[in-house]
């Protein structure tokens, strides 16, 4: 009883904190093609961007597919959005963000494990308990991302990108992923860098496994290995500044520019 107490006065700080900034409109709520820049709002959480100018492209809700319990009366929705950076033809960075969609119904148990996966560039795992309150940061490599249409909110994103003429399919991204759960609620946030728009000559990327970006075979390049530490430094300052949006103190937090992604010098050939 007294750790359902506890966990019933979390969730209830957590909402406060929530509603403190629900002045603010949530970006899912506004028109497609929006521009934003250093941040935006989702259900009332901050989530900090990436350095220049954003377009928000694509928007989903869809039902929570972590959560547990049958004694769940009302079912669990997610909203995502999907935000883009492109310059010129070329895509530079990717932003997907998700969060429980009515702040008022959090009372939920996760069974995800974010921070599961051990074959990675780089993980955080600053979890404090497997259901009730994780903290993942993961940083890895994805190979030929949009070499056909994908599922879900990606394929908004894809055919975006196809209608403005962006260069696809991409060899290979720097993926930056934080998960944080705190009782009921939930925001993710995904944040990918193509390392090609930042000057780093990508390599060969036949597959994930074969890729010049993954681990073995990284450190055999200084420019690659700088470029992903610089990931991995955005990575950590975005999961403290999540971890500082479930915990109230975001409201209260002046802003504070997040690290430079390291440009590489001219390609190779």
Request: charged fraction near 20%; charge should be neutral.
């Amino acid at each position: 009883m007294i750790k359902t107490a506890a966990l019933a006065t979390m969730a209830a700080i957590g909402i406060a904190a929530s509603c403190a900034r629900a002045q603010e409109t949530s970006l899912h709520l506004m028109p497609r093609g929006t521009v934003v820049k250093d941040k935006f709002t989702l259900v009332g959480k901050t989530v900090p961007l990436p350095e220049g100018e954003f377009v928000f492209a694509a928007t989903s809700v869809s039902d929570a597919s972590h959560v547990r319990g049958e004694w769940i009366r009302q079912r669990v929705q997610l909203v995502t959005v999907y935000l883009a950076q492109i310059e010129g033809d070329v895509l530079r960075a990717e932003v997907l963000a998700t969060t429980v969609l009515d702040p008022s119904f959090t009372y939920s148990k996760w069974y995800d494990e974010p921070c599961s996966r051990s074959d990675t560039l780089f993980r955080q795992d600053l979890s404090k308990n497997t259901e009730y309150q994780q903290n993942c940061l993961v940083v890895n490599h994805v190979t030929n991302i949009y070499t056909r249409e994908p599922p879900g909110i990606y394929a908004d994103a894809f055919r975006w990108l196809q209608e403005r003429g962006v260069r696809l399919p991409v060899d290979v991204v720097i993926q930056a992923s934080v998960t944080r759960i705190e009782v009921g609620e939930w925001l993710a946030t995904v944040h990918r860098f193509n390392p090609a728009a930042f000057g780093c000559d990508v390599g060969r990327n036949p597959s994930w496994a074969t890729s010049a970006w993954h681990r073995a075979a990284l450190a055999k390049d200084a420019e690659r290995t700088g470029f992903v530490e610089s990931v991995v430094e955005w990575g950590k300052f975005l999961q403290a500044r999540l971890d500082g949006e479930m915990h109230g103190r975001g409201a209260r937090a002046a802003p504070v520019p997040g690290p430079s992604l390291q440009r590489c010098s001219a390609k190779s050939g």
